[in-house]
């Protein structure tokens, strides 16, 4: 079978790492991946959102299989124009993706369904907002209403700060249309958890629960990045309370989407705040997580393609996982990420770690120049390593990050350690 993934970061390494593994893919390709996909298939250098560029390569190819990577093709509706040209693409059509796409949407289902999430307000209006604010305690979420690259949350302490937010977001339009409409959302307090299901649509298979660390720097200060490391499984979510985010998140929200008239196929990969032992929704993405799908994929040991195929062709029932030893993925990123940062440093070390055993260094903000690995992104790598306990991984992922080195690399020295007891 012929296999396309779309995207370029470590998640799509991931992704082609594990999906090369399947007896079942004779061609692989990435479009457009980056210098680690490329070691397990051909890359291809068309955009993720070249929508009708991706479906013109994945006729000629006579592709078997699509798989997608990040949300901006799924809420400009790669699976619809797949779907309309006959090509089979595992993820949610346009119109049930704006469950990441729209966060407005999202709550308003959430509230209508009775899905545990924080109480909020929606505005479109910079007065109104700030009269809430001036009516109401803090501490405020203002949050952007569409995609905002990850940088649509503000967290604010003040009502001045509060009130700055709204005045970004909507009069200087800080992320343009997608700052249209904001909400206002209670502040929970707790610690977060990553819970990824695959799901056809009426079948929810759960995925290992896994932790992200979202901050900058160590102790989860500093401002927020796309995800510095992540750890799965995660002790937080415990059988019991994986159980109630089932059944009361994760298929009433396939359910909700069914009754919307929005069918939801793909990965549904839930934000949560955990407090007081119960779970809350922060948010829901249509995607596989970036850098959760590392961990989680290393830990998988059934054929992700067979699971992939099912989850697109309707046949998920029945379908159980089995998962391996504890993983765990330390981001290697570049000085200054989330801000500026420089390009084109000549990564050393990559040969030696990889050598290393139960390690899989991927690729995210990787390219090539004159025969040699180089820098090009903030997130450049995410180094996992699989270990007997969540501490034999930890330091499995060091050992291997200590071997890596260019000029100006930063990484976290705490992945994993909320996950480790005493
Ligand atoms: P989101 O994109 O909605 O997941 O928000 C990004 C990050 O902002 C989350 O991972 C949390 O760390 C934080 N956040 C979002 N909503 C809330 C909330 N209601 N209370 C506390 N923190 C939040
Ligand atoms: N790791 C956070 C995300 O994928 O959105």
């Known amino acids: 079978m012929k ?76 699976v619809d124009a797949f779907n309309s040209s006959g090509l089979r693409i595992f993820g949610p059509t346009r119109h049930a993706a704006e469950l990441e796409g729209s966060k407005v949407f999202c709550k308003e289902l959430m509230v209508k369904y009775k899905i545990p999430t924080a109480w909020y307000k929606k505005f479109d209006n910079y007065e109104k907002a700030v009269s809430y604010i001036e009516t109401h305690d803090g501490p405020y979420v203002v949050k952007a209403d569409g995609l905002a690259a990850g940088k649509g949350v503000l967290i604010c302490r003040t009502k001045k700060e509060a009130a700055d937010a709204v005045d970004l977001i909507i009069r200087k339009k800080a992320f343009g249309v997608a700052g249209k409409r904001i909400i206002i959302e209670e502040f929970l307090e707790g610690e977060e958890a990553s819970y990824l299901a695959i799901t056809d649509g009426r079948t929810v298979v759960p995925l290992a629960p896994a932790q992200d660390h979202k901050a900058i720097f160590d102790g989860d200060r500093g401002p927020n990045t796309g995800g510095m490391g992540a750890y799965s499984p995660a002790p937080l979510i415990t059988p019991a309370l994986e159980k109630e985010i089932m059944e009361t998140i994760m298929v009433p929200t396939v359910r909700a989407m069914e009754a919307e008239g929005r069918p939801y196929k793909g990965v549904l990969y839930a934000g949560l705040m955990i407090s007081g032992g119960k779970p809350k929704v922060l948010e829901f993405n249509c995607r596989f997580g970036d850098p959760e799908t590392q961990p989680i994929l290393m830990r998988l040991e059934d054929d992700l393609f067979d699971l992939l195929l099912a989850a697109a062709e309707e046949r998920l029932e029945g379908v159980t996982l089995n998962w391996g030893r504890p993983a765990v993925c330390v981001v290697m990123s570049s000085k200054g990420y989330p801000g500026d940062y420089r390009k084109g440093d000549g990564i050393n070390g990559l040969e ?70 005493g």
């Open 3 to 78: 296999v396309l993934i779309i995207g370029s970061g470590g998640r799509e390494h991931a992704l082609a790492w594990k999906l090369k593994q399947s007896k079942k893919v004779s061609r692989l390709f990435i479009a457009p991946g980056n210098p680690g996909t490329r070691l397990h298939g051909e890359n291809r250098t068309i955009p993720a959102e070249d929508v009708e560029g991706l479906r013109a390569f994945a006729l000629k190819e006579q592709i078997d299989l699509t798989v997608v990577g990040p949300e901006l093709p799924l809420t400009l509706g790669i």
């Open 352 to 421: 030696e770690a990889s050598r290393l055993k139960d390690v899989m260094v991927f690729h995210a903000g990787t390219a090539m120049k004159e025969g040699k690995v180089v820098t090009s992104g903030g997130r450049v790598l995410g180094v996992t390593a699989l270990g007997d306990d969540i501490k034999g991984a930890i330091e499995n992922a060091y050992r291997a990050v200590s071997l890596i080195s260019w000029d100006g690399a930063y990484y976290r020295l705490d992945i994993g350690k909320k996950a480790v007891k």
